[in-house]
């Protein structure tokens, strides 16, 4: 570039061009503006516009280039030229337009519409669709609609090429009725003008309409789709997960014979992964080389939904090139099926690689430590937060309530919320779930009524789960059944599976389980596992057998190999001293090949998560933990505690069943605390699974012995251990 406009080269010293040099130089300067990437300067162009107006060379070139370096200066040149011949006049602007359609500021297209019209320039076929195709990228609906307006009263409407301009301009400003009215007034409708139309559909979020629109194609049997056509129709398969149509697309494409292009297998791909057809989806992926970036995330996102996270990472890792959607789809693979220590940790990674987050990625992490309940983690986060310039999005302040309470600090969750500049119903649902989940009932009611009456902001299905399960863990009956009527009554919101889980639950709290026998008769459909769970689980409580069994059977009805079921109904024999019937339901549970969903405790120290299973020998200091573990049972049993074997479903003799329920999780997790930060010190253990009633004994021992305070989340609620109380009041 530089040499072409060297001093050599320039106009002021060239000799006057001869007819014979003319092409030459023409070529020269074509090859300029086709094969170069830089533009030439303004004082560059200044020259050349001098030049070529002394030559009475070509315009449009000149055009061509002074857009390329400056819109502006090419809109000038342009206004500036002398008059040509009508005809030549015409060509030249017609050509620009398509130009300035093409070039960074195609806004500037309906300036020379302008221009023409004023100056009395022919506005011909040819000069709308490039000038459609300009107002479309920038949805100038109101400049278009006048250009619509022109073409009818020019009697233009009907040519194919304006029409399919229309069609594009319409469905880009987001009218995508107005567009289609065009297209169906379309006398003949080419592979474009179809292709339009369906991306028209697709960019705005229609994927049945532009499957609906392919069968008509494939009916009309006047075009046949082309490859973009067949990856505009995969694409909406894939976004409306409807697998079945992407199979019939499959199917054409083969029995067509269609040369696979990169960009239609991708497409391919990428429906089978998003319907969850892996199998398929690996077979094509297995087959091309090399495979894109598109095309792995498709993989990783794809096995990531499906929990096979092995899989997704296996392809993760192949990756030569990783972008944000990449890492994103890995990490709100492991955020979302419960392995958030490793969503965590390839977000650090994801930092390291220099790959900057966006709110979804942000939003799968929060989740991920807000599952983990690691509170140094959650506090880091919120910093990185900061400074990421992250605070101001409604959504991920939203999530940091949740997250902070369930890491247990409120007042983490409460800060956040305080220093918000907007919120929303999820905000207060939020804030008023974090209150019930920490057992303040009265605080989340307050909130409650803060937003509805101060704030004017309308409650909808989940601020009523929130506020009934505040009622449930604070023991509020008649407020919950007030707050329950009120729902239809005064919101028009009917009460679903979930609130009448919370009613069940308030009601078995309370210990009126014949109510909430006859609520769940009243229900207006087919109470669910959780309507029967709460049951369940309050006929453990108050040990009774009948009703536990009757709420036990239903559910199992339901959902047959529900471990919770089995435990929590062997769970109301043992504390009936029914040991045969605690037998029953194991062999049963051992007939079905159901096992007890694996237990998992979690600790953080130092910011590092340490993970306990049940019997874990996996850790580093396994054998300190072992021997701390026996000191702590020794020091409770000399001072009255007794295991509680009646929480073990293992076929064990008395001895072996003692030394099972030692070796739980949280308790390992507990010795582990204490080995480490010692007496008089806070605790706090999550744990995946609903505590057992021995281990809820053990922490209250060890509050009061060790005079240390124990916070554990299990997965239903939070107990804080103190001076040998729990928070729950033996009740959960
Ligand atoms: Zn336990
Ligand atoms: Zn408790």
Redesign the pocket.
């Known amino acids: 570039m530089e040499t072409v406009f060297s001093n050599a080269l320039l106009p002021s010293r060239l000799p006057l061009p001869t007819q014979t040099l003319k092409p030459n130089l023409l070529s020269s300067f074509t090859s300029i503006t086709t094969t170069t990437t830089t533009s030439p300067t303004l004082p560059q162009l200044k020259q050349l516009h001098a030049y070529f107006l002394r030559n009475a060379l070509d315009r449009s070139l000149l055009l061509k280039l002074a857009l390329s370096s400056s819109v502006d200066y090419a809109l000038s040149v342009f206004f500036s030229s002398p008059t040509l011949p009508t005809h030549t006049h015409t060509l030249l602007s017609n050509q620009f337009l398509k130009q300035i359609s093409r070039c960074a500021a195609p806004d500037k297209a309906f300036l020379v519409y302008a221009h023409m019209r004023t100056d009395g320039v022919a506005v011909e076929e040819f000069s709308l669709p490039p000038l459609l195709k300009a107002l479309a990228r920038v949805s100038a609906f109101w400049e278009g609609r006048e250009v619509h307006g022109f073409a009818v009263r020019m009697g233009l409407e009907s040519d194919a090429f304006i029409q399919t301009g229309l069609v594009g301009f319409y469905a880009a400003c987001g009218q995508i009725s107005d567009a289609r009215m065009v297209f169906d007034r379309m006398r003949h409708r080419d592979a474009v003008a179809w292709s339009v139309m369906m991306d028209g559909y697709s960019n705005s979020g229609l994927h049945d309409d532009v499957l609906r629109l392919f069968e008509e194609m494939m009916c009309s049997e006047v075009e046949e789709p082309d490859e973009v056509i067949l990856a505009t129709v995969l694409s909406a398969c894939s976004r409306s997960r409807n697998l079945d149509s992407g199979k019939v697309i499959h199917s054409y494409i083969s029995k067509r014979n269609f040369a696979l292009d990169s960009h239609l297998q991708s497409a391919l791909i990428t429906m089978y992964a998003n319907c969850g057809s892996m199998d398929q989806a690996n077979r094509l992926f297995d087959k091309i080389s090399p495979k894109s970036l598109v095309t792995s995330t498709a993989m990783v996102s794809g096995y990531s939904k499906l929990g096979k996270l092995k899989a997704a990472r296996a392809i993760f890792d192949q990756m030569h090139e990783k972008d944000l959607v990449a890492w994103s789809a890995m990490i709100a693979g492991y955020a979302e099926s419960d392995h958030p220590n490793e969503a965590l940790k390839l977000f650090k990674e994801m930092q390291v690689s220099g790959i900057r987050p966006d709110q979804v990625t942000m939003l799968s992490v929060i989740s991920a430590c807000a599952h983990l309940g690691a509170l140094e983690q959650a506090k880091w986060i919120h910093i990185f937060i900061d400074k990421n310039g992250f605070s101001d999005i409604l959504s991920v302040s939203n999530a940091l309530i949740d997250m902070y309470a369930k890491c247990g600090s409120l007042d983490g969750a409460c800060h956040v919320f305080d220093n918000m500049s907007r919120r929303n119903v999820i905000s207060w649902t939020s804030m008023i779930t974090a209150l019930a989940m920490h057992g303040n009932g009265e605080s989340a009611l307050g909130r409650f009524e803060q937003m509805k009456r101060v704030e004017g902001v309308e409650p909808n299905g989940v601020t009523f789960v929130g506020v009934l399960y505040a009622c449930s863990h604070a023991k509020l009956v008649d407020k919950g059944r007030q707050i329950f009527a009120s729902m239809t009554k005064e919101y028009n919101i009917t009460p679903k599976q979930e609130h009448y889980g919370c009613m069940v639950d308030l009601l078995g709290r309370a210990n009126l389980l014949n109510e909430a026998v006859k609520l769940i008769e009243t229900m207006p459909f087919e109470p669910n596992v959780v309507v029967w769970g709460s049951l369940l689980g309050a006929c453990r409580v108050y040990g009774n057998i009948e009703l536990g069994e009757l709420a036990a059977r239903r559910l199992l009805e339901i959902d047959p190999n529900h471990d919770g079921a089995y435990v929590l109904l062997s769970n109301i024999y043992a504390k009936a001293n029914r040991w045969g019937d605690v037998g029953e339901v194991r062999k049963l549970m051992k007939n079905k090949g159901i096992t007890k969903e694996r237990g998992c405790s979690w600790i953080e120290l130092n910011g590092e998560i340490h993970e306990f299973a049940m019997g874990d020998q996996t850790h580093s200091r396994a054998d300190d933990i072992y021997q701390k573990l026996d000191e702590i049972a020794r020091e409770l049993k000399s001072v009255g505690y007794a295991p509680n074997i009646g929480s073990v479903l293992v076929d064990l003799e008395e001895e072996e069943k003692k030394e099972a329920i030692l070796l739980h999780g949280e308790k390992l997790a507990v010795a582990f605390g204490l080995l480490n930060v010692g007496k008089g010190s806070h605790i706090q253990i999550v744990k995946n699974l609903r505590?057992c009633e021995d281990c809820?004994s053990f922490m209250k021992w060890v509050s009061k012995v060790f005079d240390s305070e124990i916070v554990v989340r299990d997965r239903t609620r939070f107990?804080r251990?103190r001076d040998g109380e729990?928070?729950?009041k033996?009740f959960?």
């Open positions: 505590i809820h107990h251990y729990c928070s729950c033996d959960w």
